[in-house]
Structure formats: C-alpha cells, structure tokens
C-alpha cells in the first residue's frame, strides 16, 4: 500500500529490535504508531523521547486472545483504523535437538511464534478486508524457508507455520485490496536471544550457528520492511545468503518428485 | 533402516486410511505392529482381524499422559520401538483465516503438528540412545505449498511437519536413526468422516476434495521402501510439483532482488 494514505500501524513486540525500528521508520512517514510488547519496561523506557501524538504503546502477550481484544479496540479508539498490522513478536530458537527440547519450551515457541501471528491476523485482517485497504507483514524467518540450521527444530517448525500462514493469507486478501508480506529475516543485530532467556526464563543454548551472513541493523531492516510494504512483496529476504540452503532443499525436494514419477511410470 | 531388523513399529492414526496401509505394509514384512487410534471401535474391529502381532492402543496424539501410557504398555507387548509413523491427522477446516475460528485453528495445530512433535518427544530420545530406528512423519502436499482455497490452518500445521521432520532427520542421522517426511496427496481414506468425529468442520473442504486412484495400500508400500532406503521425502503424487516450484521460484525472485539492492 501507498504508506503516505497509512494512518495507523500496529507492531507486535515493538519495543526493541526489528518491531522498533519498524516503528521509528513509520513513525518518521508520519504514521502514528501503536507498539506492543510484553516487556512493560522496554515499552516505558522506548516511549520516552518518541511524540505521544504519534507514538503509543500498550502491553500485551500475543498469546492471550482477550489481550488482542483490548488491545486492538484501546489502539482504535486513540490513533483510529490500524491500516498496517505487523505481526512481529517472537522468541528465539531453543538450541537444544528436538530430542532434548522441553515440552514447555516447544509449546511456548509454537505459542508466541506461530499461534501470537494467528492472534493478529484473526483480530485484525477481517477488518482489513471490509476496509478494503491495508498491509499484514508477519515476521518468519530464514528459518521459515529452511529447517536444517542447528537448534532450530520447533522455531523452523513455527516459522514455516508463519510463512505458509502468510501466503495463504495474501492469496485470499488480494482480491479485497489488502497485501500480506512475509518478512524472512536473516542474522540481525537484536536482542532476541536475551529477551527469549528472560520470558522462557531458562538459558538458551542458541548460538545462531548456521545463520548465514552478517549482522543487520534495525532501521536497515525496517527500510526494506517499508519498501515491501509499498511494493506488496509476498517474500521480503533481508539476506539473501541464505538462498544456496534453501535451493538445496529444493533440489532435495525435486528430486522426491523425480522418484515418484519414475515410480508411477514402472506400476503403470 | 532394514526393516528385517526391525522388530516393533508404532503407528498412529493406524485403525483406517493411510496409517492402517501402513500398518499392513510393516505387518506384511513381519513386523510387530502396535496401532494407536483415537477411535476405539474402528481400532477393536481392525486388530480383531489382523492376528497376535498387531495390537491396538486407545491414544488422543494431544495426551502427552496417554502417549506416556502406550509407550509402556506397547513396549512391554513388543519391546522396543524401532519404528514410529506419526500420521494421524485431521482435514482442512475448509475458512480463509478471516472466518476462522480460533478453536478450529487451536484443533487443526494440536492434532496435526503438536500431537506429532508429542510422537518425537515420546520416542526420538530412545531411538537416539539405542543408535538405531526411523520416524515417518504425514506431511501433506499442503505441507510444501498453500494454493489450495480453505486449506490455510491444515497447511500451517503441515509445513511446521515439514520442518520438524527435515530439523529431525538433520539431528538424528549422525546417531543412526531416520528420518522421513511423507507428503500425500488426495488418496482415498476416510479423513473427512473422521474429522468430523473429533469436532472439527469439513463442510466446506469437503466440495473440493477430488477423486484419487491412489490407496492406502499403495501408500503403505511406499513408506515401507522408504524406510529401507531412509528416503527423507516421499511423494505420493507428482501433479503438483509444479506448484512447489513457482512457490520457490518467488522466492528465489525475493533474494535476488535484495541482493541486487544491496
């Protein structure tokens, strides 16, 4: 969408990292801005210093349902219709092989990273559609496009939730006038590994190993967030490193399809 | 792994369809077979017919007590599992997300890519620790691509399956145990039926399931062979492959247009 007709984003777990520097750049167009997070602290400390007017923000754990509710209706009633829902908060991979991954830890990643993005695009995209106008990005991951990077069992498994989410979603709002793109991150310079130990509230063996690239700043990222939006691109690859890894598994995956060809000529 | 070896197989979702071709295909080569089935009456009448090394256990995939349970109790009949196919599942709820439910989201997530996670978590540490074994999880078509209308929540599941086996199979090679993927397309079982019996709404996905000359036999034969040959895909139906590619070639599109503007 046009981001100069925007009036209103809405960011999940806005108060650092991607969702912050998402927000500062909308913010800078002159979209007023609605951040939550779960992390009251961080969002009391970014309020400060950013315009009131434009610049608001509210708590909320993605995974509480009524939360959205209140959420959403307090962020209309103070900035109006969200135009741009960004669907942002998640936690880090866990670092351990699947094997060894708690049950509370595979449901809280399945929970914040997975279901959190339904939460949005359920409380959200209805009125997108009637509205006939707007913009979900939903934050996956290069993980999102491959799963075989260590530690990343039951994060890849949501993140690819997350992307097959986002394109359904976007073939079934385009026809209505909303665009739907799925943000892919690579290797960012955020504290997603701190926060992810703070909320789980166990250490976490993840080292981003097999992240392919170098670390990106923020507002870089959230550049290429507003150029999406304004372009509606259904994937938005911040490194584009990580291709050769999922060319691979695409290959892997041709090749399955070659077998059941050659398989299904013979029992012919 | 050589299913010779093998000497006991865990089937879920195993009293009807794709999970009971299974069940025969592993019977046929001689194998133990312990079939879990949230349905008790279909599982009675499929274990009465099939002789003493095919044995049934009552199991809901989300009850982790329950998957605690079976375990015991089937390894105590059988010995250990060698063997574990995930692949009970339910059908599509046939809504675009913005008709969606979130209790028919919650459902479709549950049964479909955390009652298989549950499966991992009941035996993959075992097979690990014994350095031998092979896990088949039911994907879906849906599993690699998301063109189907109505299909949105079942294919969120389905390619978090997808992920979860390909983590899977990375992690667990190195201690000898497989890892397999299966992604059906539309073959004849009684999906839709079933769904219905635990609460789910097929109403809608129901006017759009086509036809399918594929079986659960044939489907059976095919997980046996790849499991012997520790194949980490198998394809049931080659038709769409050209929908998985166009999807990856958008996404190539992606980053070759951010490695230009950078």
Redesign the interface.
Known sequence: MNLAEAKHAFITGGASGIGLGIADAMVARGIAVTVVDVDQAALDAVQAGRPSERFRTQQLDVRD?AGWARAKAEAETAFGPVDILVNNAGIGPDGS?????T?EA??RI?GIN??GV??G??SF??DL?ARGRGHIVNTSSV?G????A?G???Y??????????S???R???EPHGVGVSVL?PGYVDTNIIANTARISGETNDYDGGGVPGTPMSTAEVAA?VLHAIEQD????????E??PA??A??N???S??E???R??HESV | MNLSEARHAFVTGGASGIGLGIVDALAKRGIPVTIADIDADTLASVVGTRGNSVRGAVLDTRDREGWQRVKAEAEAAFGPVDILVNNAGIAPNGKPFTEMDPESFDRIVAINLVGIYNGVWAFAGDMAARGRGHIVNTSSQAGLMTTVPGVGAYSVAKFGVTALSEALRTELAPQGVGVTALFPGYVQTNLAANTQKVGGDIRKYSSVVMTSDVTPVHVGEMVAEAIERDDSYIVTHTGVWTGVEKRFDAIKAACDFREQAA
């Open positions: 349902r092989d699947l094997a060894d991954v049950l595979f449901d399945i997975l279901v339904f939460n695009v359920t995209a209805a559609r993980a496009l491959f799963a075989n260590p990343v069992n039951a890849a498994a949501a993140k690819f939730g997350v992307t097959a989410m394109e359904t979603l073939a079934e709002l892919c290429i691109e259904p994937y938005t690859i911040t490194h584009p990580a291709w999922v060319e598994r695409m892997a995956i041709k399955a399809f077998a059941a060809e398989r299904n």
